[in-house]
């Protein structure tokens, strides 16, 4: 009997693992959502580019240290902050499936989930400002171009798999 279940426990993970991997690889269950691509280390509207844009900069060695103290300073609370937003997230979505919808446990789940989400922005938005302060005048100037680059190409790429949004998974761009 024991053996029995190990074999249908074994069979349940194999088909989890394969359509988590399906999902995975369409770009399905990013926090970010609609976007056919990962969205890198602070993603769209976060407040700043990825941490690679920042190390393309042509750092000096001091530079390159003091970036990636900033980062780890910051790191810790996004991981925190990570496991509470996929848990504010799941408990939205389990009061919007419920049988009887409760408007105010509706109201209280998105405005927690909100919460989460502005306190993230503004940590990301934190670290920027730290980032930028380690570079000189014309790192700077680049880091802000090509962040505006990437952000016009995320833009085309908003709503990508959406139907109600006018595009499907197969109108997105890839890179």
């Not at 190390?55 to 925190?80: C, F, H, P």
């Not at 171009?145 to 499907?168: I, N, V, Y």
């Amino acid at each position: 009997m024991r053996s029995r279940t190990v074999v249908v426990a074994a069979f349940v993970l194999a088909i989890v693992f394969a359509v988590s991997s399906v999902a995975i690889a369409r770009g399905h269950g990013r926090s970010g959502g609609g976007y056919c691509d990962g969205q890198g280390f602070a993603g769209p509207g976060s407040g700043g580019p990825g941490l690679e844009a920042v190390m393309g900069l042509n750092l000096s060695d001091s530079q390159r240290d003091q970036a990636l103290k900033v980062t780890e300073i910051y790191q810790i609370d996004r991981i925190k902050a990570r496991g509470e937003l996929i848990k504010d997230r799941n408990n939205l979505r389990t009061t919007l499936q419920a049988d009887k919808v409760n408007e105010q446990d509706v109201r209280k789940a998105y405005k927690k989930l909100s919460s989460m989400r502005e306190d993230r922005l503004i940590a990301r938005a934190k670290m920027m400002t730290e980032m930028k302060a380690i570079l000189t005048p014309e790192q700077v100037k680049l880091l802000d171009e090509r962040t505006a680059e990437r952000s016009d190409g995320l833009e085309s790429q908003r709503d990508c798999g959406r139907p109600f949004a006018g595009k499907w998974s197969g109108d997105c761009p890839r890179r």
